[in-house]
């Protein structure tokens, strides 16, 4: 089940989080199944599903990663298959990754934290650019925005990866 259609919310990547909050309590108290304690085995089982659907899909919408994530599934834009990032950007990361293994005192760590988190801060950028048109646009536009999203999502794993790394050499 979808998880916006569950809240009967249009997809979005930047969700109201007061109508969010609002309808997971509704669907809480709705589907609780200390409420159903008399009804069939079946009918207890399908609360007990409902339930949970709106645990999962609440925790899943609340965050914005998460949430980022689960569009992208949803237009079957993740597939687990190797996505393919741009030479330039890795290029760029294999010369951070260079400099990290290179590095034997806390200013060039702090160099590099600080060229990472220019990165970090040009992918968020760009991911908030992409993010407010989505609403805003065709179908065919916001295909070619989730595909943009989608390269987005990667390199922010990339990144994050790096900076795990990054902390592991500072930590010694």
């Known amino acids: ?63 914005p990663y998460r949430r980022m994530e689960y569009i992208l599934q949803e237009h079957n834009l993740l597939t687990g298959d190797k996505y393919q990032l741009a030479p ?34 040009e992918l968020n950028s760009k991911l908030a650019s992409a993010i407010s048109n989505y609403q805003s646009t065709d179908d065919a536009g916001r295909q070619k925005l989730l595909e943009s999203i989608r390269d987005i999502y990667y390199r922010q794993k990339y990144l994050l990866r790096i900076k795990d790394t990054l902390n592991t050499f500072a930590a010694r």
């Open 88 to 121: 330039d950007f890795l290029m760029e990361m294999m010369e951070i990754n260079e400099a990290m293994t290179e590095a034997d005192d806390a200013a060039q760590l702090n160099t590099i934290k600080t060229q990472i988190t220019d990165s970090e801060a």
């Open 1 to 63: 089940m979808n998880y916006f259609e569950f809240y009967q919310l249009p997809e979005s990547f930047s969700i109201d989080e007061a109508a969010l909050k609002k309808k997971f309590y509704a669907m809480s108290k709705q589907y609780h199944p200390d409420f159903y304690a008399n009804e069939s085995d079946e009918k207890q089982h399908e609360i007990l599903e409902l339930s949970t659907i709106n645990n999962k899909a609440y925790k899943v919408l609340s965050d």
